[in-house]
């Protein structure tokens, strides 16, 4: 269950960090999901996941992981932050539950490589309605919260993720946003923007975010590679942002939970 703390935590800074929320036999079978399957390109497909790209300096995001196999499906409900995300979405007992308690909108694992980083975005800039942070009435209202799932430790020179805490509250674009925002080539970073920090991250802790949060990350400089995995849940009632849709494979070996939260309709 969500504790005091996390849910003071979440609310003042934007985000929680859970470690050790994946067992090290979890990370063991994710990574050898990842090592069996091809180098992609962006644009390029293996099976009903897409490799893609926001452009040339960013990394590489395997779309619709959750079609790489079944170590990717228990990620769905994973019970380490499953009520976190619940917790916050928040719509219990009212009609955003009409279809189911979550929906994913996106799924993703991300590679980074040395030289390669993203660049600031969200934060209330522009405001839209799926980066949405409320509490009102006692219970929160978010369109949308990440889980990011560490498949390696992330220290620093690793391309870590960066953050403005408290950056979903604010009615104000940051300053130097120009100077770090994410560009239509993908590339960009957050360091030196001021009042962001680098979380650091060992393989299996999971990062618990509201995507309003302003965050991006620091670039790559170590040799080796990043690797996260990335779920966007919000209310039932979304669509999928890229256009994606579940395989009819999948959905027949889900269980009756996982089904509705990949394909709440």
């Known amino acids: 269950m969500v504790s ?23 990370v063991e079978e ?35 992981i959750y079609e ?48 390669e980083a993203i660049g600031l975005h969200s934060g209330g800039f522009p405001p839209i309605l799926r980066n949405q942070f409320r509490y009102h009435g006692g219970r929160f209202m978010c369109g949308q919260i990440n889980a990011l799932m560490a498949l390696t430790d992330i220290s620093p020179g690793d391309g ?21 925002r994410m560009r239509q080539d993908g590339g960009g970073s957050v360091e030196g923007a001021e009042g962001s920090v680098e979380v650091h991250m060992e393989a299996g802790d999971v990062l618990v975010f509201v995507d309003g949060l302003a965050h991006g990350s620091a670039r790559r400089v170590n040799e080796g590679e990043r690797r996260v995995i990335i779920f966007r849940y919000g209310p039932s009632w979304g ?4 256009g994606y849709c579940p395989s009819p494979e999948l959905l027949a070996r889900l269980t009756p939970q996982r089904r509705k939260i990949v394909q709440p309709l």
């Open 239 to 242: 669509n999928f942002r890229h």
């Open 4 to 26: 005091d703390l996390e849910t003071y935590l979440f609310d003042l800074r934007g985000y929680v960090l859970l470690k050790g929320a994946l067992t090290t036999v979890e």
């Open 160 to 180: 870590g993720t960066m953050v403005i805490p408290g950056s979903h509250k604010s009615n104000f674009v940051h300053p130097d946003l120009e100077k770090h």
């Open 68 to 115: 790489a196999g079944e170590p990717f499906e228990r990620l769905i409900d994973h019970p380490s932050w499953f009520e976190h995300i619940k917790h916050f979405v928040g719509g219990e007992g009212t009609f955003d539950y009409h279809h189911g308690p979550l929906f994913i909108d996106e799924c993703f694992a991300h590679l980074r490589q040395p030289g």
């Open 30 to 64: 994710l990574n050898a999901c990842l090592d069996e399957m091809p180098r992609l390109e962006p644009g390029q497909w293996y099976g009903r996941v897409h490799a893609h790209s926001y452009g040339t300096n960013d990394g590489l995001n395997l779309q619709q």
